[in-house]
């Protein structure tokens, strides 16, 4: 039945997070492997009155299709928010999406043939990875320093692929508290990111789930605020910020751009659920997301300073383990030693009843072996002690195994 596929469907590999995910679900198991938001942080009583209220009063309404652009009092009632965060927006500059994931899906859609290049981040984000990857696309890998794409590197990549003539599409960047990494790109990078684009006339897609999840330092401008061309198509989803199972985000992009994206998304799914969108209008404009976002705050930031203290405590010190100190969201990024390969290690570590995601499914040119993210997210702070002290012991073993082994 092989030859019945679409070659853009063989293109796109099993995701390895969902696979581990799968054997990290026993309940014994302290799993960081998740970028799973922590559940006791939904508003569970507010969109339980919300939803009662909405099914029985309005159910002709929430129940039936909406516009494929998504509902107007959704995109209304988001408009203020995204104002804080110096979107300055009209309706018909957003797109309401099922989810980021269907945003990323829609700029395949709409931007990448087969072979046309997309500039991402090493590592970066699997599903970007992966929806890409349908399209056929050319992921051309960037390294990620402590503030962001290495732009030096990213402009020998570009006058390679002009010398190659491949058609130049994209930059795809997470600028806040990146996923794997946790790392921010500064704001002279974004701005070198963005005069790059112009110069030589890219799109940057800007993926944003973690940006209103800041615990510490101040906050740097988008890309999308500082760009006066329309260049930026920006995603911004509520997963993280409020319920993943709403399954609701808002891609932002302009003009002509928006035309062909709403053209896509129509050819995709129609519209995204009317209920939810009328479901997180109503907190919106009922609850304060702000007060709710100060509360994830703080309950990730005990979960990263509770993470950091047991990397700190347990991991063997003199060994060139290193890992980074986000000032927000849900993830932090380890680097072993060369010698180790966190997939090899994966098996052992599940014995010892502790779980991450190794490094090398994030980076689109197959390296990372040594690397792994580590998600302190849904975890209690007891467990994370716990489960980095398993982890760390997991680590010495291996270190050990490894160096007499060498001796040998
Ligand atoms: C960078 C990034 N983009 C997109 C997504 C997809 O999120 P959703 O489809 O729930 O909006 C995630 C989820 O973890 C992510 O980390």
Not at 111 to 120: M, T
Not at 252 to 280: F, N
Not at 371 to 376: A, E, N, V
Request: with cysteine.
């Amino acid at each position: 039945m092989k030859d019945h596929f679409a070659r853009r469907a063989l293109a796109v590999k099993r995701s390895a997070i969902r696979e581990l995910l799968k054997l990290t679900e026993k309940p014994d198991i302290i799993s960081f492997a998740g970028g799973l938001p922590d559940p006791e942080t939904f508003p569970r009583e507010e969109l339980a009155r919300i939803a009662a209220d909405e099914l029985r009063g309005h159910y002709r309404n929430v129940l039936q299709y909406g516009l494929t652009e998504g509902s107007l009092t959704f995109r209304q009632a988001l408009l203020p928010w995204l104002r804080t965060q110096g979107l300055h927006l009209e309706l018909g500059q957003l797109l309401v999406t099922t989810a980021s994931q269907q945003g990323l899906d829609l700029l395949g859609k709409a931007f990448i043939d087969p072979g046309d290049v997309v500039f991402c981040d090493l590592p970066t984000y699997l599903g970007a990875i992966q929806a890409f990857s349908l399209f056929q696309a050319d992921k051309v890998g960037v390294p990620l320093l402590e503030d962001g794409m290495d732009v030096d590197v990213l402009e020998e990549r570009i006058r390679e692929a002009k010398r190659a003539k491949k058609t130049l599409k994209a930059i795809y960047v997470i600028p806040d508290f990146q996923n794997p990494t946790g790392i921010t790109t500064s704001w002279e990078k974004r701005k070198r990111l963005l005069e790059i684009a112009r110069r030589e006339d890219l799109l940057i897609f800007e993926d944003n789930p973690y940006g209103e999840l800041r615990f510490a330092g101040e906050p740097i401008p988008s890309i999308r605020s500082m760009d006066t061309e329309g260049r930026v198509i920006m995603l911004v989803t509520l997963s993280k910020v409020l319920s993943a199972g709403l399954r609701l985000a808002v891609l932002i992009a302009d003009g002509e751009l928006m035309e062909v994206l709403v053209r896509m998304k129509q050819a995709t799914d129609l519209c995204t659920s009317k209920l939810t969108q009328h479901l997180a209008a109503r907190y919106f404009n009922e609850c304060s997301i702000e007060d709710h976002l100060k509360e994830l705050r703080v309950v990730y930031r005990g979960k990263r300073d509770a993470m950091v203290a047991a990397l700190e405590r347990y991991m063997p010190t003199d060994e060139g383990i290193i890992w980074t100190h986000p000032d927000g969201g849900l993830f932090l990024w380890v680097s072993l030693p060369e010698e180790l390969d966190t997939d090899e290690m994966f098996p052992h570590t599940l014995e010892h009843k502790v779980a991450y995601v190794p490094g090398k499914a994030f980076f689109v040119d197959g390296t990372g072996h040594n690397t792994m993210r580590l998600s302190f997210s849904v975890s209690t702070e007891a467990e994370i002690d716990e489960g980095i002290r398993r982890l760390s012991a997991v680590v010495r073993e291996e270190l050990a195994a490894k160096r007499v082994g060498s001796v040998a």
